[in-house]
């Protein structure tokens, strides 16, 4: 357990995923959290996602980076900040010899659970050296997300019933033994029919597929898959996790009008029909993935409130040194001789 009142700085890092950078990115998505948890079953997802947006990137001037977005709020014309190409870090106040870096956000995943008090709102980030991340384009993409023991096993082209059975038999258990995670729209209606049909389990979300993919790769935690169809960025964050975790994402864009076609078409893509994996949407040697919960999740606890300040959950994983960090911690806006630390 860490428990801290963070401080902010860092001048003089020259090396990207060094404890400054790492320990800056965690305070960058603990202070998004705090933030939009304030406005948690207040009814307003477009106010919680702003106040996520603003406190994130005002955080991240303070991180010792040369920033770019490529994974964002949207393009400039559509965003005020966090829009993809926009520079952030501590390289804009004038510090030099920072590392490069392509940062990837979602300041509140999940701002429909943050806005009624649902379970498993995240602030979310992720980076790599300069070119470790895919610019996606933000459009749906479907995918399929396993374990560690599962990722050689499947494929994205095979039958539901062939995957379900191939992740049973590396996983040592009975199809009907599993869980699969699947995002509750009306596009999804036969991938549940089938899923039911060879006697798996579902567990139905309404948002956030992010943290169902992360929980699938942990151990422990009553989640064996990942299937359906859902953002292509969060498809970039979720490759970054993986890469830290062991597990895999297969992805495939999803283009069904001539407009995304183009547009897919604009940023160099060419084949339409390609299964990207967590190599090709985050391809960086130096990944770092931090997240903190907003919303009590089924991995990380909610932003809590006491009198003096909040207690944060957070993850923190990293390829380079090659760890996975479950951080509590405790930000106290004036210590008094009666302020109380509760583990």
């Given at each position: 357990?860490?428990?801290?009142?963070?401080?902010?700085?860092?001048?003089?890092?020259?090396?990207?995923?060094?404890?400054?950078?790492?320990?800056a990115f965690l305070d960058v998505v603990e202070q998004a959290a705090i933030a939009c948890a304030r406005t948690m079953g207040q009814g307003d997802r477009h106010h919680s996602d702003h106040v996520a947006v603003e406190a994130m990137r005002s955080s991240l001037d303070h991180v010792p980076i040369d920033g770019r977005i490529v994974i964002g709020e949207g393009e400039r014309d559509k965003a005020p900040m966090l829009f993809i190409g926009e520079r952030v870090g501590q390289a804009l106040s004038g510090t030099h010899g920072l590392p490069a870096a392509d940062i990837a956000v979602d300041p509140l995943e999940g701002t429909n659970l943050c806005a009624t008090g649902?379970?498993?709102?995240?602030?979310?980030?992720?980076?790599?050296?300069?070119?470790?991340?895919?610019?996606?384009?933000?459009?749906?993409?479907?995918?399929?997300?396993?374990?560690?023991?599962?990722?050689?096993?499947?494929?994205?082209?095979?039958?539901v019933s062939e995957n379900l059975g191939s992740i049973a038999e590396c996983l040592d258990r009975k199809i009907s033994d599993l869980v699969v995670v699947v995002l509750e729209r009306e596009r999804h209606q036969q991938l549940i029919a089938d899923i039911r049909a060879v006697g798996a389990r579902i567990k139905l979300i309404t948002d956030g597929d992010l943290t169902a993919a992360i929980s699938a790769a942990i151990a422990g935690n009553a989640t064996h898959a990942v299937m359906g169809i859902g953002g292509a960025p969060e498809g970039v964050l979720t490759a970054a996790a993986m890469r830290c975790l062991g597990g895999e994402i297969f992805g495939r864009l999803v283009i069904d009008t001539a407009e995304k076609e183009a547009r897919v078409g604009a940023m160099g893509i060419t084949d339409f029909r390609r299964v990207y994996r967590s190599s090709d949407l985050a391809p960086g040697q130096r990944i770092i993935f931090a997240a903190t919960g907003v919303t009590e999740g089924p991995l990380m606890k909610g932003v809590r409130f006491f009198g003096e300040g909040c207690r944060t959950s957070s993850v923190m994983m990293q390829t380079e040194t090659h760890r996975v960090q479950f951080i509590e911690t405790i930000h106290v806006r004036a210590q008094t001789e009666a302020t109380e630390f509760r583990f």
């Open positions: 357990m860490y428990i801290a009142c963070v401080s902010r700085g860092g001048e003089g890092l020259t090396e990207f995923g060094g404890a400054d950078v790492s320990q649902g379970p498993g709102a995240i602030a979310v980030l992720a980076a790599a050296e300069k070119g470790g991340l895919l610019h996606a384009p933000d459009i749906y993409m479907e995918k399929l997300v396993v374990g560690p023991k599962a990722k050689l096993a499947v494929n994205l082209d095979a039958s």
